[in-house]
T-cell receptor
């Protein structure tokens, strides 16, 4: 089955720690995205990538970093510079042209600062 | 600037009622209008989508109405069920212009009371 796999499902971070969220897709999609969702809120774009070894900042990139070394993988690192990282993180992918399918989302990672 | 405006923020209906969620956009270049359904703790999933060459599209109990001249579109859920309780996001984008071309509304939290 094609889809997007996010791991882990739950993640706990201590103050001052960097943590990395995994996102893998087997849909052969060129574009991948990271969104942050706070309780009762909409989707805010953190970073996106259209092609391997290239990525662009979204609306709330500060305190986050990404890499795109493989087409299938787009990991997100939440750095210690992100002062309020507790949130639900969603990874998505799409063809460059939407072609009627829009974005496909993963099942999310819930990050909590302890 | 919010590219897609969605209302209401929350909605409570009785079982069997017809909740209506509205969205408006400004960019006349948008030609793809999907709706996503998100259950708590899960990623959004594509529910139904419409293109501007039709005024209405039905899939089961879900209907999108589209008004091109008013630049508005809405989701109607016929015979709503408690299982429809979720957050619904509208989105709009240009189908063939490249990545990061889908803009999301802020979401509507729907509760269907048994």
């Amino acid at each position: 089955d094609g889809g997007i796999t996010q791991s882990p499902k739950y993640l706990f971070r201590k103050e001052g720690q960097n943590v990395t969220l995994s996102c893998e897709q087997n849909l052969n999609h060129d574009a991948m995205y990271w969104y942050r969702q706070d309780p009762g809120q909409g989707l805010r774009l953190i970073y996106y990538s259209q092609i391997v070894n290239d990525f662009q900042k979204g609306d709330i990139a500060e305190g986050y970093s990404v890499s795109r070394e493989k087409k299938e993988s787009f990991p997100l690192t939440v750095t210690s510079a992100q002062k309020n990282p507790t949130a639900f993180y969603l990874c998505a992918s799409s063809a460059i042209a939407l072609t009627g399918y829009g974005y496909t989302f993963g099942s999310g990672t819930r990050l909590t600062v302890v | 600037q919010q590219q897609v405006k969605q209302s209401p923020q929350s909605l409570i209906v009785q079982k069997g009622g017809i909740p209506i969620i509205n969205c408006a956009y400004e960019n006349t270049a948008f030609d793809y209008f999907p709706w996503y359904q998100q259950f708590p703790g899960k990623g959004p999933a594509l529910l139904i989508a419409i293109r501007p060459d039709v005024s209405e599209k039905k899939e089961g109990r879900f209907t999108i109405s589209f008004n091109k001249s008013a630049k508005q579109f809405s989701l109607h859920i016929m015979d709503s069920q408690p299982g429809d309780s979720a957050t619904y996001f509208c989105a709009a984008g240009e189908d063939q212009t490249g990545a990061n071309n889908l803009f999301f509304g802020t979401g509507t939290r729907l509760t269907v009371i048994p």
